[in-house]
């Protein structure tokens, strides 16, 4: 709770600093307050308002997950100077809205209530439609900003709809007693059209397929930064959602749930994968990656074991540093050729070796190549499944869908390694906070792959 | 006595890196020096290894640590026989390798020599790990350095496809690899060899898990229909990277068709699935010497005559286990693969180096635009001769004797699969002969011969040391049948049992 207040304060403080200087001291605040954050975070006081009128449960697995969303958001923060060094006015509030948006999360991390978790979903969101269409002046960041909001219109009636189902049958908001009615009536056709509605409107958070339309033209629309936060914090926030919901709430009626669940996991890996495969712009290619991605980490909900909880945070924490490893890459390149397609990133190797080393890296790991933290990830969740009553077929799908997704990752990293002359002239150097970002995010990645019980040592279990 | 095999890993890691950060033009030297060392390394630990059959334990060496506790997986790497034999050959070739490579100007030195060293650091791992979640960690290792090497330094126009389409292919094998490793781990207590010798499945769960971890195998050998990305990687890759590929990486597969396959998964091999193997080998085998007949270009050759030698050791192996499974002891087939698998890696890697000597001389890899390249260059027609014996299995050489094991086994397991296998010693004789024929006889163009020379001073060592090796083993193949001998003997008992 206390996190939840200090981000909250940072992010009011952020927007307010945009009166005397544009940017630069809203970026300084959030860098501040996001460290402050992360520091209270690992302490054991945390609990500190842990238990809020059945609202809010600040749990172990709440804190795993606040921390690596704000080392997430901190990592996003320090591409910030660089990424946004072209928006001439509204940086402040960017960055405020950002520290809003890990505000929603983190209560999603946390609720024990529906109307919390009604709020946290909320609070995500708003900011999103805003910093989606970031880019005033572009068509595209128009489109994604209107698509994103009306797509996010929907799922919230969808949700709303679905909790009061909920409520109808259970007759009250709480996580615990909701459980508790699904374990006493597991066929009560009220509460399972409500569960059902509830799972299709969080899987328009996450992006699952077929609720995943509006994602790639809104992560292509929107300014690549917050397309890296949304990729990233968003689908964090989004699938502990899910998961608490469905594990706690939901708990009780797992087979009416749990093969609707396995249909959409089988669409979202072929389709994203093979969509993934036909782009020919990289940054459309990271947006089909993502929803494929939300395809793996929905197999967290099969075999659940103890380590569930902490496999879907280390996969998700490997995701997120591999999305932000893409994407400051992509930044560069965005920046310098105004495009995104396969061609702009040819011979980036030669110019900025280590931004492309991160992204290959990133890459490799997103793919699940081993000694990188993604291969880690992919075994934990693999192996969970497949103790499952359909897991065998649903990991030959993951499977199939990870050997599709290598083929569009290697054109990136074939783009930028395989060509003798580079396009890019030597003079555009980035800065040194990006290099420095590049250095930890290969680090970690490789880390985290050689030696995963690290995360468990660093971040708690 | 770990530091040994701790030695023998990390040196090529390490020396990766430092090749990688050595911008020089020396940084051949240094990897040169590294391989050397590493060979050496390796040579001392045959001359120390205890082969008597009769050591309860196969393994020396090991090396045993905690890894990952929510994996259930350790760091346990040792050496027995078969391990033994493919350090040998993989610490052997990487030196020639690198040398063979000294004539050209290689462009961005420093991460070519780093990444063959890097490969040489993945291959290694491979065959000495101890443990499932390891030997599928550094199979995949070894790719990405391949994948580069071929990728960067391949034929210009048509490099980008092949590769990626040897990735792709390669990359679904492994991941399926892995699902079936994954599937016998959740049966059995850890990922640690013994465990997963003991994982309790009946037959319908290993014939899921056979096919799985097979599929990776079949890519990497690869095993008739799987192949069909193998001729075109070959042929674009660079020569360094084709002698790789061909020499070791594809010797992965045989070492993990027995280290891993054949115990854990006994009951389908007894049944058809091992059957269905023995099959596809052979059809293989007759359908790659036929197409290497009919092909023009000489790497596309070579590559068809690799892809029609593995469908004999992969017969013999399976021959073997089949037989073993059905009552009568029998690793005569396993051995033989053992024995070929050092015999081809020495020989396709020569193989391919003619090749590329001869690319060189005439500009073309079409072999009808060749000749009279004898008249010439003697000493590269005998050289080149007796690497080409050897691949052809003539007595004396060492493409014999492993041969001659197969198609024993192969003959013990069905008499009419071991003639139709027996084909391949005649298909190999024509397309190897009518190959050099047409490039060191015949007619050639004179304005071409006169501007060429013999071997230089690198190629001639690298060839002559090949060469070396291929008569040696032709006269004294006991010392492999020895040194594989014990650990066969081991891997097949534990598969009855």
């Given at each position: ?461 | ?88 050959l993989?610490?052997i070739l990487a030196?020639i390798i690198i040398l063979s490579s000294?004539n050209e ?11 063959i060293?890097?490969m ?26 391949i994948?580069?090497i071929a990728?960067?330094w391949g034929q ?74 193998q001729p075109d990687t070959y042929t674009y890759s660079p020569t360094q990277g084709s002698m790789l590929l061909s020499g070791i990486m594809l010797k ?40 290497a007949?009919?092909q023009?270009d000489m790497k596309r050759i070579i590559a068809y005559s690799s892809f029609s030698h593995v ?32 015999a081809h890696g020495i020989n396709v890697a020569g193989l391919f180096y003619c090749c590329d000597i001869l690319y060189k001389r005439?500009?073309?890899r079409?072999i ?12 590269f027609?005998?050289l080149f001769?007796i690497i080409l014996?050897g691949s ?7 493409g ?31 397309y190897l002969?009518?190959f050099y024929?047409?490039a ?18 690198v190629e001639?060592?690298v060839l002559?040391s090949l060469a070396?090796f291929v ?27």
């Amino acid at each position: 709770m206390s996190v939840l207040i200090i981000v909250f304060l940072t992010a009011v403080v952020a927007l307010f600093s945009g009166v005397f200087e544009q940017g630069k001291f809203a970026r300084y605040i959030g860098i501040l307050g996001l460290i402050i954050a992360l520091w209270v975070s690992f302490m054991p006081e945390c609990a500190f308002f842990g238990q809020y009128k059945h609202m809010y449960d600040y749990t172990a697995n709440t804190a795993l997950f606040t921390k690596i969303s704000i080392v997430t958001t901190l990592l996003l923060f320090f591409l910030g100077g660089f990424a946004f060094s072209n928006h001439r006015s509204h940086q402040s509030e960017l960055y405020a809205l950002m520290l809003f948006a890990l505000c929603g999360g983190i209560i999603l991390f946390g609720y024990q209530n529906m109307v919390t978790l009604f709020l946290g979903v909320e609070i995500l969101s708003i900011p999103l439609y805003v910093m989606a269409g970031a880019n005033k002046t572009d068509l595209r960041s128009n489109e994604a900003s209107i698509k994103y909001f009306l797509m996010g219109a929907f799922a919230t009636g969808f949700l709303l709809f679905g909790i009061a189902f909920i409520y109808g049958s259970v007759g009250s908001f709480d996580l615990y007693k909701i459980q508790d009615f699904g374990v006493s009536n597991p066929h009560n056709v009220m509460f399972i059209l409500g569960v059902l509605l509830i799972l299709c409107a969080l899987a328009f958070k996450v992006a699952l397929a077929p609720f995943h339309m509006w994602s790639p033209d809104v992560y292509f629309g929107a300014p690549s930064l917050i397309t890296a936060f949304m990729a990233s914090v968003v689908k964090i926030s989004g699938f502990f959602a899910l998961f608490r919901l469905m594990t706690i709430g939901f708990g009780g009626v797992t087979e009416e749930w749990i093969n609707v669940f396995g249909v959409f996991l089988i669409i979202t890996l072929l389709l994203a994968n093979v969509m993934g495969l036909a782009q020919t712009n990289a940054k459309r290619m990271l947006a089909y990656s993502s929803v494929s991605h939300a395809g793996y980490i929905g197999l967290v909900f099969f075999g659940m074991t103890s380590l569930s909880t902490y496999n879907l945070a280390f996969y998700l924490f490997a995701y997120a540093l591999s999305t932000v490893g893409v994407f400051m890459c992509l930044i560069y390149v965005e920046k310098l050729k105004r495009e995104t397609s396969f061609g702009a990133f040819k011979g980036l190797a030669k110019t900025e070796p280590l931004l492309a080393t991160v992204a290959a890296i990133s890459m490799l790991s997103m793919a699940g190549i081993p000694l990188t933290a993604g291969f880690m990830g992919k075994f934990a969740l693999f192996s969970q499944a497949m103790n499952s009553n359909h897991g065998v077929f649903l990991v030959i799908v993951a499977v199939l869908g990870s050997a599709l997704s290598i083929a569009y990752y290697l054109r990136l990293i074939i783009s930028m390694f395989f060509f003798k002359e580079s396009t890019f002239k030597s003079s555009e150097k980035v800065t040194l906070t990006y290099n420095i970002v590049a250095v930890c995010i290969i680090a970690s990645v490789i880390v985290l792959g050689v030696a995963p019980d690290l995360f468990a040592g660093v971040f708690g279990l | 006595m770990s530091g040994l095999l701790l030695t023998l890993l990390l040196l090529p890691l390490v020396g990766s890196g430092l090749v990688f950060a050595w911008k020089d033009k020396s940084s051949k030297y240094l990897a040169l020096g590294i391989a050397l060392v590493q060979m050496l390394v390796t040579f001392y630990i045959t001359a120390d290894f205890d082969f008597t059959p009769t050591v309860d334990s196969v393994l020396q060496h090991e090396i045993n640590y905690p890894w990952s506790q929510f994996m259930k997986s350790s760091l346990h790497f040792g050496i027995d026989g078969m391990s033994l034999l493919l350090l040998l050959l993989t610490n052997i070739l990487a030196p020639i390798i690198i040398l063979s490579s000294f004539n050209e100007n290689v462009s961005y030195r420093n991460t070519f020599y780093g990444l063959i060293l890097l490969m040489q650091f993945g291959l290694v791992g491979v065959f000495t790990s101890l443990d499932g979640l390891l030997f599928y960690i550094f199979w995949e290792v070894t790719l990405i350095p391949i994948w580069f090497i071929a990728g960067l330094w391949g034929q210009e126009n048509k490099r980008m496809e092949f590769t990626t389409k040897f990735f792709v292919y390669t990359f679904i094998g492994s991941l399926f690899m892995l699902a079936g490793l994954i599937y016998v781990y959740n049966h059995s207590a850890s990922f640690a060899l013994t465990d997963l010798y003991n994982a309790q499945l009946n037959e319908t769960q290993q014939t899921v898990v056979f096919w799985f971890i097979f599929f990776a195998f079949a890519v990497k050998l690869p095993v008739f229909p799987f192949h069909t990305w193998q001729p075109d990687t070959y042929t674009y890759s660079p020569t360094q990277g084709s002698m790789l590929l061909s020499g070791i990486m594809l010797k992965m597969a045989v070492y993990g068709v027995m280290r891993y396959l054949l115990p854990i998964t006994p009951l389908p091999i007894a049944g058809i699935s091992g059957q269905i193997v023995i099959i596809l080998a052979i059809v293989g085998i007759v359908h790659g010497a036929l197409i290497a007949i009919i092909q023009t270009d000489m790497k596309r050759i070579i590559a068809y005559s690799s892809f029609s030698h593995v469908g004999l050791m992969v017969a013999g192996i399976f021959a073997s286990a089949v037989i073993t499974l059905r009552g009568t002891f029998n690793i005569e087939g396993a051995e033989g693969a053992l024995v070929q698998t050092f015999a081809h890696g020495i020989n396709v890697a020569g193989l391919f180096y003619c090749c590329d000597i001869l690319y060189k001389r005439f500009k073309s890899r079409d072999i009808r635009q060749m000749g009279g390249l004898a008249k010439v260059a003697p000493k590269f027609a005998v050289l080149f001769l007796i690497i080409l014996l050897g691949s052809m299995g003539v007595p004396l050489t060492n493409g014999f004797i492993g041969e001659f094991i197969l198609l024993k086994a192969v003959y013990d397991f069905n008499g009419l699969a071991a003639v139709i296998a027996g084909l391949t010693v005649i298909l190999c004789a024509v397309y190897l002969l009518r190959f050099y024929g047409k490039a060191m006889f015949g007619q050639g163009d004179d304005a071409v011969l006169s501007t060429v020379k013999d071997l230089s001073a690198v190629e001639f060592s690298v060839l002559a040391s090949l060469a070396v090796f291929v008569i040696v083993f032709g006269i004294f193949p006991q010392p492999i049948i020895e040194m594989v001998n014990s650990s066969l003997k081991f891997i097949y008992q534990s598969m009855v049992s």
